[in-house]
């Protein structure tokens, strides 16, 4: 869903170490599949740029009026976009060419910091966006922001892990092709060996705090599988039979019913074994 609202760059902030408070710039560097130049939280992950509003800034600012831009350790403050709608896979525009995809909606606040000490709500958990760079260029304060693409918040999040060497834009178009009755964002196709280690990393790097509501392992055999044991308690653990995406949406629907958030996941399971078209995707 696209929409037209448009607002702007309040603030960018910066630091050199993480868990500290960040120091606002009036220009930056956004690097595309990393995040800021020069600060801490930029990397290959995918919280590279972290978001807060403006608005929702200044209702903790009226409790604690000493309050400065960063202290929340916020990359970017943008002011008038609707951001409690973005959910995942949402992309904003800032400045002439920067455009970053949401990553996760919110984020566990560890140990409580020094705002959270002195209001009793640190807003981050709550209400900040993690974002990554998909693309590079250099904003100002002051620039344009808009909401490019609006994922809707309440639309289940569900990635799809695929053996590595798999086309990936094939897999994604035949399972689009598979749930696109079921109103689901199929937000990430991931590449995986073909082992279980491997897969066990990646199944758990999508259930810690990333908001997907389904994960999809295609064409593995059957061995890769992690053992139920190791990740009963985060999730709902189904295997798919029959033919892929018919198979696929039947087994979708008997799930139980999602919470919106990604709070815990369910994860679908489909060996090579029980299914070809799943298993020679490499063709698709």
């Known amino acids: 869903?696209?929409?037209?609202?448009?607002?702007?760059?309040?603030?960018?902030?910066?630091?050199?170490?993480?868990?500290?408070?960040?120091?606002?710039?009036?220009?930056?560097?956004?690097?595309?599949?990393?995040?800021?130049?020069?600060?801490?939280?930029?990397?290959?992950?995918?919280?590279?740029?972290s978001l807060l509003s403006a608005e929702d800034i200044a209702g903790v600012r009226s409790r604690l009026p000493n309050l400065r831009s960063g202290d929340f350790a916020e990359n970017v403050i943008v002011s008038s976009l609707p951001t409690e709608l973005l959910g995942l896979?949402?992309?904003?525009?800032?400045?002439?060419?920067?455009?970053?995809?949401?990553?996760?909606?919110?984020?566990?606040?560890?140990?409580?910091?020094?705002?959270?000490?002195?209001t009793g709500d640190?807003?981050?958990?709550?209400?900040?966006?993690?974002?990554?760079?998909?693309?590079?260029?250099?904003?100002?304060?002051?620039?344009?922001?808009?909401?490019?693409?609006?994922?809707?918040?309440?639309?289940?999040?569900?990635?799809?892990?695929?053996?590595?060497?798999?086309?990936?834009?094939?897999?994604?178009?035949?399972?689009?092709?598979?749930?696109?009755?079921?109103?689901?964002?199929?937000?990430?196709?991931?590449?995986?060996?073909?082992?279980?280690?491997?897969?066990s990393k990646v199944l758990f790097r999508y259930l810690k705090g990333r908001n997907i509501d389904v994960i999809i392992a295609a064409g593995f055999a059957p061995g890769s599988f992690p053992p139920n044991r190791n990740i009963s308690d985060f999730v709902t653990v189904r295997s798919v039979h029959g033919d892929g995406p018919s198979g696929l949406a039947e087994t979708w629907r008997s799930l139980p019913p999602f919470n919106g958030r990604g709070g815990s996941a369910h994860i679908l399971l489909i060996p090579s074994a029980a299914s070809p078209a799943i298993s020679n995707l490499e063709s698709v």
């Open 122 to 199: 640190c807003i981050m958990p709550r209400l900040g966006l993690f974002a990554e760079v998909l693309q590079g260029g250099t904003v100002s304060s002051g620039d344009q922001a808009a909401v490019l693409e609006c994922v809707p918040r309440e639309k289940v999040q569900a990635v799809l892990i695929i053996p590595a060497g798999t086309d990936k834009k094939g897999a994604m178009t035949h399972f689009n092709q598979g749930i696109k009755d079921l109103d689901v964002n199929l937000y990430e196709v991931a590449g995986c060996d073909n082992n279980q280690e491997s897969l």
């Open 1 to 49: 869903m696209v929409i037209a609202d448009t607002g702007c760059v309040k603030e960018i902030c910066i630091s050199e170490k993480k868990g500290e408070r960040k120091i606002p710039i009036s220009r930056a560097e956004f690097i595309k599949d990393h995040g800021i130049a020069g600060d801490a939280h930029a990397g290959g992950w995918h919280r590279q740029i």
């Open 89 to 118: 896979g949402s992309v904003i525009g800032i400045g002439h060419s920067v455009r970053l995809r949401i990553s996760q909606l919110g984020k566990e606040c560890h140990s409580p910091c020094i705002i959270a000490k002195s």
